[in-house]
T-cell receptor
Framework: AQSVTQLDSHVSVSEGTPVLLRCNYSSSYSPSLFWYVQHPNKGLQLLLKYTSAATLVKGINGFEAEFKKSETSFHLTKPSAHMSDAAEYFCVVSYTGRRALTFGSGTRLQVQP | NAGVTQTPKFRILKIGQSMTLQCTQDMNHNYMYWYRQDPGMGLKLIYYSVGAGITDKGEVPNGYNVSRSTTEDFPLRLELAAPSQTSVYFC????????????FGDGTRLSIL
């Protein structure tokens, strides 16, 4: 079965330090991968997407992610965390031929002043 | 741009009551989805639709019904509310192009007591 694993349920960083949120997916011939962010009491907002073009994907608000096929990973990074980055982040996979998305369980990012 | 609009934003129901969660979109997207999000979890697909008049079950359809009479609207019906249906419900849409991201509403927070 296709699956997505977010390796950390909770990550805490200090403001101005780098952010790393980890995501692994089960292998498929041509997955599309997304990162979404969810702020409290809000819906999910698309941060970035990978759809088989460049392996390093740049998104909004300074986030980027690298697709590594050999490691089946799609980790999300940001060089310097801001307080406004505190939110829940979801790694999401779309497998060719499936109409629905597969969601990871989420990583809550806490940013300390 | 309104995007995806969900109403109501909050609702408390008594066990056994029924209600309809509304979702409407102005993006002319063919695909629409209903998800539920339980605390600390990712999203689980309840039902989806690939166009007016066509709906199909997702992972957790029991206790819910949907209809899709127009492109814009995709209501979710709870017939006999149960405490297990306490959750946050999200509606999402996307174009018919394969592996494009979904666009989410802000959610309906439903408590059943």
């Amino acid at each position: 079965a296709q699956s997505v694993t977010q390796l950390d349920s909770h990550v805490s960083v200090s403001e101005g330090t780098p952010v790393l949120l980890r995501c692994n997916y089960s292998s498929s011939y041509s997955p599309s991968l997304f990162w979404y962010v969810q702020h409290p009491n809000k819906g999910l907002q698309l941060l970035l997407k990978y759809t088989s073009a460049a392996t390093l994907v740049k998104g909004i608000n300074g986030f980027e992610a690298e697709f590594k096929k050999s490691e089946t990973s799609f980790h999300l990074t940001k060089p310097s965390a801001h307080m406004s980055d505190a939110a829940e982040y979801f790694c999401v996979v779309s497998y060719t031929g499936r109409r629905a998305l597969t969601f990871g369980s989420g990583t809550r990012l806490q940013v300390q002043p | 741009n309104a995007g995806v609009t969900q109403t109501p934003k909050f609702r408390i129901l008594k066990i056994g009551q029924s209600m309809t969660l509304q979702c409407t979109q102005d993006m002319n997207h063919n695909y629409m989805y209903w998800y539920r999000q339980d605390p600390g979890m990712g999203l689980k697909l309840i039902y989806y639709s690939v166009g007016a008049g066509i709906t199909d079950k997702g992972e957790v359809p029991n206790g819910y019904n949907v209809s899709r009479s127009t492109t814009e609207d995709f209501p979710l019906r709870l017939e006999l509310a149960a405490p297990s249906q306490t959750s946050v419900y999200f509606c999402a849409t996307r174009t018919g192009t394969v592996n494009q991201p979904q666009h989410f509403g802000d959610g309906t927070r439903l408590s059943i007591l």
